[in-house]
């Protein structure tokens, strides 16, 4: 996919009053170079991760822990590059308008290399407690590898923000000061303030800038109060999740290397995830076909749901993803996991288990469509800097190609349920206002159980929830019942 220019602004004329960091003044030496050293391991895997930051589609994340189990980095150096990662990815818009008021020229038009090397270092000297000699030097360091030319301009402009602290947004106006405050594509901005209010979307982006919880659910045949007991006997802080059922907030220094986790007593899951399992109402005894379903939380609550007498189809079209799930989802031989490509309409020639006969109907589909993700920016960051609104509008064209190919998979009484983990109109209200003219037998249902408990996350007949106002991802979900 096409890489998006970083969304901070360019720079104009230098400032009058002071000598340029990047340009030495003709009538005294230019400062000394910071002497060569050797990039810590952490800060070298934080620079191959984030040369990701704004190109491909990979999550950084799972590049992160690849990287630094190849570096074999110990507990605290792993910790400070995803430290790192993590916090260039989120402020990325910020910290290079900081930088740009000491630099020239855009911190766009630098080499990608030097781009990161002089953010990470500006990050460290800003937001972390990092003595300011390893950071300059380190970053310095980073520059000589492949740009040996810039290291004078990354070695001045990081000595006067050591020395200044980071410098005040002068040069930006109106959006511009926005995105750079917020750390969001201005593109982005605009999209939100067609459907929510400036406070609110502030908020939302703080929120998005902040980390997110982990939220945890257990395994089938594990109750939450048996599992509660197994974490807090590992030393675990463990609440109650505040919306899905059964779900904790778990607080642990080593999550998924604790027993609890190797034993396969619980799996991560995002409560948003989890209440959208929930929105579709499957009852035991059901057959469900969850489409698009990799990695696969949405389907293992499935397979909960349906129990030993119910069906749960899972299909997914990538190889790698299908393999994934079938491997999940082995345990439980009520459950079936397909490559498959939904685009086509349900999979033929199936069996369901215990004989019943299947006419190629479901009692209910879930389609958790692929989408711009730009409700997981607090997990992936990255994401907001490489999408545009091309990318919004190519989603919604695929979506509803999707739904066209399943939506006559749903029987006469059944349910089918429509979701994203984004909140652009164009992949939520508007596909779902196509989708019912097109589709006159549809219609929205209520979310199952007590109508009180749901409330809080509906709005205008959808599940619509945010960081901001959850500290859930951002999803939105609609239930729709075929009626004939």
């Not at 999740?241 to 642990?252: E, M, N, P, S």
Request: charged letters at 25%; glycine letters at 6%.
């Amino acid at each position: 996919m096409h890489s998006p220019r970083p969304p901070h602004p360019r720079a104009d004329r230098p400032r009058a009053d002071r000598p340029r960091p990047d340009r030495p003044r003709a009538d005294r030496p230019a400062p000394e170079r910071a002497p060569a050293v050797a990039v810590t391991p952490a800060r070298h895997v934080a620079d191959v991760v984030l040369r990701g930051l704004l190109e491909g589609d990979a999550f950084l994340q799972p590049t992160l822990a690849s990287e630094a189990a190849r570096a074999q980095l110990s507990d605290l150096d792993r910790r400070l590059a995803t430290e790192l990662v993590l916090g260039v990815s989120r402020l990325w818009g910020r910290l290079c308008a900081e930088l740009n008021e000491l630099l020239r020229e855009d911190v766009a038009k630098l080499p990608p290399d030097v781009q990161r090397a002089i953010v990470l270092g500006h990050y460290q000297l800003t937001r972390m407690d990092i003595p300011p000699h390893a950071a300059v030097n380190e970053s310095v360091e980073l520059t000589k590898r492949a740009s040996p030319w810039a290291m004078g301009i990354v070695n001045r402009v990081l000595k006067t923000v050591a020395e200044e602290g980071a410098p005040a947004l002068t040069k930006l106006k109106g959006d511009e000061l926005l995105s750079a405050e917020l750390s969001h594509p201005r593109w982005w901005i605009r999209s939100q303030l067609r459907t929510r209010s400036l406070e609110e979307v502030k908020a939302l982006a703080h929120a998005n800038n902040r980390p997110a919880p982990l939220s945890v659910r257990p395994h089938l045949g594990h109750t939450p109060s048996a599992l509660r007991a197994a974490l807090e006997a590992e030393g675990a802080t463990v609440t109650p999740a505040r919306w899905a059922a059964g779900a904790f907030y778990l607080d642990h220094p080593h999550p998924f290397s604790a027993p609890s986790f190797r034993a396969g007593l619980w799996y991560a899951q995002d409560e948003g995830s989890q209440l959208v399992a929930e929105l579709l109402g499957a009852r035991p005894g059901d057959r469900v076909w969850d489409v698009c379903a990799a990695p696969g939380g949405k389907s293992l609550a499935l397979v909960e749901a349906v129990g030993e007498g119910g069906w749960v189809v899972a299909t997914e079209v990538h190889e790698r993803k299908a393999a994934d799930l079938r491997e999940r989802l082995a345990p439980y031989a009520w459950a079936a996991a397909l490559q498959h490509d939904a685009g086509a309409g349900a999979p033929e020639g199936l069996t369901p288990p215990g004989g019943r006969p299947f006419a190629g109907e479901f009692d209910a589909v879930l389609l958790d469509a692929p989408c711009s993700a730009l409700g997981v920016v607090r997990r992936h960051p990255e994401v907001r800097w490489r999408r545009t609104p091309a990318d919004v509008q190519r989603a919604a064209k695929r979506q509803m190609a999707l739904l066209h190919s399943v939506v006559l998979s749903v029987r006469v009484g059944g349910h089918l349920v429509y979701s994203v983990c984004t909140d652009t109109p164009e992949e939520t209200t508007e596909v779902v206002s196509q989708l019912l003219l097109a589709y006159p037998e549809l219609s929205l249902a209520a979310p199952p159980g007590d109508p009180a408990r749901w409330a809080p996350l509906m709005r205008g007949g959808a599940l619509s929830i945010n960081p901001a106002e959850h500290n859930t991802d951002g999803f939105y979900a609609v239930r729709l019942v075929r009626m004939r």
